[in-house]
């Protein structure tokens, strides 16, 4: 069984940072592809960044030099450093894995296993 679970959430003022960690069990990190997505109230989810099985990256561009991706094969968890957050960044994040191996994409349906999510607040 998959298990994703994330940490880190909380609430921040506008230009600080978050670091937001997913730690898997029953999943290979070094295998599969990885994401987080986010959810704002009343909108569409969408794709943040992700990182493929060959460790390529791919970003919103929305969040393209502020966010980075990142994982730890050893420890089975995956990172996103926030870096000057803005008010527009507030929604539950949550990551995803595909379960097959991939190059890094934001396709949420193509992804496999979901965690339940944290939540980031960044006010102004």
């Known amino acids: 069984q998959v298990l994703l679970v994330e940490s880190g959430g909380g609430s921040v003022q506008a230009g600080g940072s978050l670091r937001l960690s997913c730690a898997a069990s029953g999943y290979t990190y070094s295998s599969y592809c990885m994401g987080w997505f986010r959810q704002a109230p009343g909108k569409e989810r969408e794709g943040v960044a992700a990182?493929?099985?060959?460790?390529?990256?791919s970003y919103a561009d929305s969040v393209k030099g502020r966010f980075a991706i990142s994982k730890d094969n050893a420890k089975n968890t995956l990172y996103l450093q926030m870096n000057s957050l803005k008010p527009e960044d507030t929604a539950m994040y949550y990551c995803a894995g595909s379960g097959s191996w991939c190059r890094a994409h934001l396709r949420g349906p193509l992804y496999r296993y979901w965690g339940q999510g944290t939540q980031v607040t960044v006010s102004s």
């Open positions: 990182i493929g099985s060959d460790g390529s990256t």
